[in-house]
């Protein structure tokens, strides 16, 4: 039988936030919103049943583990839902949730070890045999990069791309080599900033490539689903625009 929860802290802000506050509301489970301190006057602080402010601006705010689960106690939260983005696929804030009896809303330790890290998820698929497209597994220098570009890659364009997190943050194509420092700064700088790790690998660059994605849900018990697949190709800046299921067949 899946846990039912009483109170849960959303540990995540904006669009998202009042996404999750609106469902809680509707399954009768009370919840805390945080909020930065230049984020006092955003609007999903009115529409929780508690709003409580972090110490901090901006993203940082929002990546401290310890003061979230600090907060989640002090309100008698029995969960964390992080959303997306932030802390979704910190394998550490999974970890230290389950260590202090918080339910954390999203994969356990485990399987963000593997699925977290983008170069483990490469070496689970490629034990699992799922074809891949040439990259390298580990994070890698800048120098390793432009190595990979020049002499794995035969000069053809890269992706390089943020080893945590996801949602089009820490990702950028090159199709020249001397673009590639630039690149390579402004991803680490940016996966740092809302992943809080600026370690990056390579991969080389899918062109013209459909975005197809199959969610697969499970509630803790066991019980596995799916949602069937969406289209998600229309991008711009790597962020999803519009999801379409089924996926169209043009």
């Given at each position: 039988m899946s846990k039912t929860f009483k109170r849960i802290l959303i540990a995540n802000r904006g669009e998202i936030a009042i996404r999750i506050t609106h469902t809680l509301s509707a399954m009768g489970i009370g919840s805390v919103a945080v909020y930065a301190e230049d984020d006092k006057n955003s609007l999903h602080t009115t529409k929780a049943d508690v709003a409580v402010p972090l110490k901090g601006k901006g993203v940082k705010a929002y990546l401290d583990i310890e003061q979230l689960i600090s907060l989640a106690i002090n309100n008698q939260c029995d969960a964390i839902h992080p959303g997306y983005g932030f802390l979704s696929e910190n394998v550490d804030f999974s970890r230290q949730c389950e260590n202090k009896g918080i339910t954390f809303i999203g994969a356990n330790p485990h399987v963000l070890s593997l699925l977290g890290d983008k170069a483990?998820?490469?070496?689970?698929?490629?034990?699992?045999?799922?074809?891949?497209?040439?990259?390298?597994?580990?994070?890698?220098?800048?120098?390793?990069?432009?190595?990979?570009?020049?002499?794995?890659?035969?000069?053809?364009?890269?992706?390089?791309?943020?080893?945590?997190?996801?949602?089009?943050?820490?990702?950028?194509?090159?199709?020249?080599?001397?673009d590639i420092e630039q690149a390579y700064n402004q991803c680490q700088k940016e996966a740092l900033a809302a992943f809080g790790c600026g370690d990056l690998y390579v991969e080389q660059l899918v062109e013209q490539a459909r975005h197809i994605e199959i969610q697969v849900i499970g509630d803790g018990t066991g019980a596995v689903n799916h949602l069937w697949e969406r289209e998600c190709t229309l991008q711009r800046n790597h962020q999803k625009l519009m999801e379409v299921a089924p996926k169209s067949l043009h």
């Open positions: 483990q998820a490469r070496e689970l698929s490629i034990s699992c045999k799922v074809p891949l497209v040439q990259g390298l597994n580990n994070s890698l220098t800048l120098d390793e990069v432009i190595d990979f570009f020049e002499h794995k890659n035969n000069s053809k364009p890269i992706m390089i791309k943020a080893l945590a997190g996801g949602g089009g943050r820490g990702i950028k194509p090159v199709n020249r080599i001397e």
